[in-house]
């Protein structure tokens, strides 16, 4: 009998050592080792874009093609693989895929999975802006010939092409165009038209600022709104609406 009890005894003891193991977490460590630490939620759902991304690629889908080269050449990416980018990049724009060609010019203008080369990159994004008017590829080659980099320096040339990126709405080409009629750089100082880009500027400045901290279009908007009487005012607003109609309608 109280070799029965021993073994009573010793076995509670074993169950209620178990049970507060279970609950810690540590009889789980002891018997089957340490848990695996869970994967970042944020690289988990990457690596699922990308496995949805592949499998467009290869049913085809030239865009996802595109889609899946911009998550790769990313610095940022935890997935980045630039050269494969920019295989995707050539392959789509090979194929008259004008994002792709856009693509193609930027990764030679920054020389991320590709050399520098401006005068390559300046190609690339005149097939972009001609063939396809891509408001990206037409400011991209603007500044281009702004700086003179892999093509002669032309003023004329580069304000051309930021209006027309800012008739496409491209913000910061829409922003340009405003400073440049309000100072009278390039162009005839029209402060009516200058008051008109910057209306339409303003609401993506979020944008602008990422691509210049220094420039402000609702500041510049507001400084130079003190400047223009009632009816100025009204005519700038109404010359921004038509703009935005016209584009909606695909004029």
Same mark, same amino acid.
């Given at each position: 009998?109280?070799?029965?009890?021993?073994?009573?005894?010793?076995?509670?003891?074993?169950?209620?050592?178990?049970?507060?193991?279970?609950?810690?977490?540590?009889?789980?460590?002891?018997?089957?080792?340490?848990?695996?630490?869970?994967?970042?939620?944020?690289?988990?759902?990457?690596?699922?874009?990308?496995?949805?991304?592949?499998?467009?690629?290869?049913?085809?889908?030239?865009?996802?093609?595109?889609?899946?080269?911009?998550?790769?050449?990313?610095?940022?990416?935890?997935?980045?693989?630039?050269?494969?980018?920019?295989?995707?990049?050539?392959?789509?724009?090979?194929?008259?895929?004008?994002?792709?060609?856009?693509?193609?010019?930027?990764?030679?203008?920054? &020389? /991320? $999975?590709?050399?520098? =080369?401006?005068?390559? +990159?300046?190609?690339? #994004? *005149?097939? @972009? %802006?001609?063939? !396809?008017?891509?408001?990206?590829?037409?400011?991209?080659?603007?500044?281009?010939?702004?700086? &003179? /980099? $892999?093509?002669?320096? =032309?003023?004329?040339? +580069?304000?051309?092409? #930021? *209006?027309? @990126? %800012?008739?496409? !709405?491209?913000?910061?080409?829409?922003?340009?165009?405003?400073?440049?009629?309000?100072?009278?750089?390039?162009?005839?100082?029209?402060?009516?038209?200058?008051?008109?880009?910057?209306?339409?500027? @303003?609401?993506?400045?979020?944008?602008?600022?990422?691509?210049?901290?220094?420039?402000?279009?609702?500041?510049?908007?507001?400084?130079?709104?003190?400047?223009?009487?009632?009816?100025?005012?009204?005519?700038?607003?109404?010359?921004?609406?038509?703009?935005?109609?016209?584009?909606?309608?695909?004029?």
């Amino acid at each position: 009998m109280s070799s029965f009890n021993d073994r009573s005894m010793r076995f509670l003891a074993y169950t209620l050592l178990l049970t507060t193991l279970l609950g810690s977490g540590w009889a789980a460590w002891f018997f089957f080792g340490a848990p695996a630490q869970d994967e970042d939620p944020a690289l988990t759902a990457l690596k699922r874009r990308v496995a949805q991304l592949e499998q467009a690629v290869d049913a085809g889908d030239l865009n996802a093609q595109v889609d899946l080269g911009w998550v790769l050449i990313r610095k940022d990416s935890r997935l980045a693989d630039p050269e494969r980018a920019v295989d995707l990049f050539r392959d789509a724009a090979g194929k008259g895929v004008v994002r792709a060609q856009y693509a193609m010019g930027w990764a030679h203008a920054t &020389g /991320r $999975g590709a050399p520098v =080369d401006y005068a390559q +990159a300046a190609e690339w #994004y *005149r097939v @972009a %802006a001609t063939a !396809g008017a891509d408001p990206d590829a037409q400011f991209a080659l603007g500044e281009l010939y702004f700086h &003179g /980099r $892999g093509v002669a320096n =032309d003023y004329g040339r +580069a304000i051309d092409l #930021y *209006r027309a @990126a %800012a008739r496409h !709405g491209h913000p910061v080409a829409q922003y340009l165009m405003g400073i440049m009629y309000k100072e009278g750089w390039g162009v005839k100082r029209d402060l009516v038209e200058a008051y008109k880009w910057l209306i339409l500027a @303003a609401p993506q400045a979020a944008r602008i600022k990422d691509h210049n901290p220094q420039f402000d279009p609702r500041g510049e908007r507001e400084r130079l709104m003190v400047k223009l009487n009632r009816t100025q005012l009204n005519q700038a607003d109404r010359m921004a609406r038509d703009m935005v109609q016209g584009k909606a309608n695909g004029r």
